[in-house]
């Protein structure tokens, strides 16, 4: 434990870890003084910090551009939801479950990836075309009702039932925040390991990588199974928090670009820049759809084109992301990664 | 006699191009050899033979009494024999030290203990001041000498150099030297180097092979391979005498 802890903190700032205590401090309290909308807009925002922490795995430490992440998302939403619905087994267990799928399919397709030399845009053309085999199948999937979405009872809860997810916007909020936490700690342990160093490496020439004696085979396959098997909590909570599944929707290549929009605009490879950049996307979108709407807009797709518009200010002007900038800023700098 | 490495009748060819053709020598353990040849000998492909990645048409690779042709580059790293590029790929984002950390982790898994390692390294090459920056931000002299710190780190019992003091300056040539050759004086490590630079190789190896057209045209101590009338016609220029 103590090996743990200091691994966790070592090269940290006091500093820094002051700030990091003050944003989870308030992160905490932000329930007793937002409004049930601002709330939900919190969950999609931790949603996201959450997905693109996991999709950071395989982009920002090892290198590896998947643009079919939805996949993940999506089969562990579909296995825990059927286990509730037609079993009637809780959502915990639904995830325990969801974890070896989702790796099997990321195992299946690295495999088939690296073991043939399958590398850079090829590679990320070939997760989305997983993704979208997904999308046709279960669309056309009897079992899971098929096109016609798959949904899981909505009742009115007098309490909050942690142990089957039914409840309150505010249980599901800590649900996410928990979740985003524990990916945080998990990501900088994973970096401080040996396996971090490799997969960076890997990342950033796989010749002298294997020059050096690694086995970037192996390694790329830890690393699209580990970012699969944290991406499939996302997916058990997408099922229960929406409660309704269209594969359409699900695995749609717009919820895999989506995903990477936050680690892309924080910050690649970096440990807090998911986040930031989750906050930074979403919370602005929002604001600027509250904005029209107080002026009496309404432009469908206004999301889109902003998504669009922050994209390209980022890459223009902040190539490595909004985090490492701000980080200087904050001189938390020391802290690279 | 057999060597820490031995390369047997060893043929690579290119389509039409023979570029390795039946070569053979024998690398003692705890020697500096030197590969010297005009540009297209074949030079670098025989050091690609044998780092692996490349598969040979003809020959055997014989590293530590055990067969290593036809090995991954990172399995035969695993054997024990690290390589630096001609063209050096330090990892550009990480900083220096890190980029020493992977190879000190091949063999190691204690963070701790693999940084311990890296420092050590990094103060014998004058890296230690600068083990914060990326490596992207070194000059090229220091990111040669970055590059043959990353191979030692993963402890090799061979070290191949391609063409390490290339495009340095003649003090940063002979500090380089220096430290090779005591690395190898203190520690017994065996280095194969493919160089250009006749300063180097005159200062470290103690045997060179010299290759034209991808055959073995000389092999023998310095003096007598400066003295070699073919190597002279082929490669030095009478006037290198």
Redesign the interface.
Request: with cysteine; net charge positive; aromatic share 10%.
């Given at each position: 434990m103590d090996v743990i802890l200091a691994?966790l903190f070592g090269g940290l700032s006091f500093w820094s870890v002051f700030l990091l205590a003050a944003f989870t401090a308030a992160l905490l309290a932000a329930p007793w003084f937002v409004n049930d909308y601002l709330l939900t807009v919190l969950i999609i925002i931790l949603y996201f910090a959450y997905t693109g922490q996991a999709w950071n795995i395989m982009m920002g430490f090892a290198g590896q551009l998947s643009l079919g992440h939805a996949i993940y998302v999506g089969l562990s939403a579909y296995v825990a939801a059927v286990l509730f619905t037609r079993y009637g087994i809780g959502p915990w267990i639904g995830f325990l479950a969801a974890i070896p799928v989702a790796a099997a399919c990321g195992a299946v397709i690295g495999f088939l990836a690296f073991r043939f030399g399958v590398t850079g845009v090829y590679f990320a053309i070939l997760t989305i075309a997983f993704a979208e085999f997904a999308r046709i199948g279960f669309d056309h999937l009897d079992f899971v009702n098929a096109s016609a979405g798959l949904f899981l009872p909505v009742a009115q809860y007098a309490h909050n039932d942690l142990w089957r997810l039914r409840g309150s916007p505010t249980m599901f909020y800590y649900v996410m925040l928990a979740a985003t936490l524990l990916a945080l700690i998990v990501c900088r342990l994973l970096l401080?390991?040996?396996m971090g160093?490799?997969w960076?490496?890997i990342r950033?020439?796989e010749?002298?990588?294997?020059?050096?004696?690694?086995?970037?085979f192996t390694y790329k396959m830890y690393a699209v199974v580990i970012s699969a098997a944290v991406t499939s909590f996302a997916g058990v909570f997408y099922a229960f928090f929406y409660n309704n599944l269209y594969p359409e929707n699900v695995f749609n290549i717009s919820r895999s670009i989506e995903m990477i929009l936050g680690p892309v605009i924080g910050g690649i490879?970096t440990l807090f820049g998911p986040i930031l950049g989750a906050f930074v996307l979403t919370g602005l979108a929002e604001s600027v759809n509250s904005a029209m709407a107080a002026f009496g807009f309404d432009l469908p797709g206004a999301k889109q084109v902003f998504y669009g518009i922050c994209l390209l200010l980022v890459v223009v002007a902040l190539p490595e992301g909004v985090w490492p900038p701000l980080a200087r800023l904050l001189r938390i700098a020391k802290d690279?990664r | 006699m057999t060597g820490l490495l031995s390369v047997g009748r060893v043929s690579k060819r290119f389509r039409g191009l023979v570029a390795v053709d039946n070569v053979s020598f024998d690398v003692p353990e705890g020697t500096i050899f030197a590969v010297i040849g005009p540009n297209g000998a074949g030079k670098t492909t025989l050091f690609n033979l044998i780092a692996g990645g490349m598969a040979l048409d003809q020959g055997r690779i014989i590293f530590d009494r055990e067969p290593i042709h036809g090995f991954s580059a990172d399995e035969v790293c695993r054997r024990g024999i690290a390589r630096t590029f001609q063209l050096v790929r330090p990892f550009p984002a990480l900083s220096v030290e890190d980029n020493v950390m992977v190879g000190a982790l091949l063999h190691r898994g204690n963070i701790d203990v693999a940084r311990e390692r890296a420092q050590a390294l990094l103060r014998r090459f004058d890296l230690f001041d600068r083990r914060h920056r990326p490596a992207s931000a070194l000059t090229l002299p220091d990111r040669k000498r970055l590059e043959v710190v990353r191979a030692l780190a993963t402890e090799p019992k061979l070290l191949l150099l391609d063409e390490v003091v290339a495009g340095l300056r003649p003090t940063e040539v002979d500090r380089l030297v220096t430290i090779l050759k005591d690395l190898n004086r203190e520690t017994g490590l065996s280095i194969l180097m493919i160089e250009h630079v006749m300063r180097a190789v005159m200062a470290l190896a103690s045997r060179v092979l010299v290759l034209d057209h991808g055959t073995v045209i000389a092999e023998g101590t310095p003096d007598t391979i400066v003295h070699n009338p073919a190597v002279i016609q082929s490669y030095l220029g009478a006037e290198a005498v």
């Open positions: 691994r401080r390991c040996r160093y490799f960076l490496a950033e020439d010749v002298a990588a294997r020059a050096t004696g690694i086995d970037t490879g690279r | -």
